[in-house]
């Protein structure tokens, strides 16, 4: 099955600096790559998704890039706020099921 | 209006306890899930549910039962709880069909389940 390894599990931040979550998968097959937020106490929701056809997409902000040769699979945010402050999954897809990583925790410190 | 609800939000009960969650969504998905959260974070699938039919059973003991009376139910009924069940289930939805291109999942609030 999908294995999805997800780097670094925590991440310290000055406002207004980057963040970027790393993430790499396991089957070649998966062709889906959602990020998940989720707020102390929330439930996760989606941030951006990519799909296997395409190497880049951005929304404001954030911007997800995919390296499908590697199999690996970023996320960046620029310009951190206090309220990107959450835990972020990242995920991959084929035709089976949606695996997790194991999540970053990010904190974003005014 | 809520797009996937579950009640209740909190579950305290003892171990040997039989106790069910209920799930539902309102977006007229077809696909519906059930995830398990542990204290580290972890969000692990339990099950999956496609027209009211199984597609996925990940390693999970026996004791963990869904039903799906129809596509916008999906019900979570846990048998003799133990301790090990303390966590917060999630359930989600989706337009996903099997073997299909795959779509956003959306979450329900979460239940936080502790056994005692």
């Known amino acids: 099955g999908e294995n999805v390894e997800q780097h670094p599990s925590t991440l310290s931040v000055q406002e207004g600096d980057s963040a970027v979550i790393k993430c790499t998968y396991s089957d070649s097959a998966s062709n889906y790559f959602p990020w998940y937020k989720q707020e102390l106490g929330k439930r996760p929701q989606l941030i951006i998704d990519?799909?296997?056809?395409?190497g880049e997409k951005k929304d404001q902000r954030i911007a997800v890039t995919l390296n499908k040769t590697a199999k690996h699979f970023s996320l960046h945010i620029t310009e951190t706020q206090p309220e990107d402050s959450a835990v972020y999954f990242c995920?991959?897809?084929?035709?089976?099921?949606?695996?997790f990583g194991k999540g970053t925790k990010l904190s974003v410190i005014p | 209006d809520t797009a996937v609800s579950q009640t209740p939000k909190y579950l305290v009960t003892q171990m040997g306890n039989d106790k069910s969650i209920k799930c539902e969504q309102n977006?007229?998905?077809?696909?519906m899930y059930w995830y398990k959260q542990d204290s580290k974070k972890f969000l692990k699938i339990m099950f999956s549910y496609n027209n009211k039919e199984l597609i996925i059973n990940e390693t999970v003991p026996n004791r963990f039962s869904p039903k799906s009376p129809d596509k916008a139910h999906l019900n979570l009924h846990i048998n003799s709880l133990e301790l090990g069940d303390s966590a917060v289930y999630f359930c989600?939805?989706?337009?996903?069909?099997?073997?299909?291109?795959?779509?956003?999942?959306?979450f329900g609030p979460g239940t936080r389940l502790t056994v005692t």
């Open positions: 977006l007229g998905h077809d696909t």
């Open positions: 989600a939805s989706s337009q996903d069909n099997p073997g299909g291109i795959r779509y956003e999942q959306y």
């Open positions: 990519i799909r296997s056809n395409v």
């Open positions: 995920a991959a897809s084929g035709s089976y099921q949606l695996t």
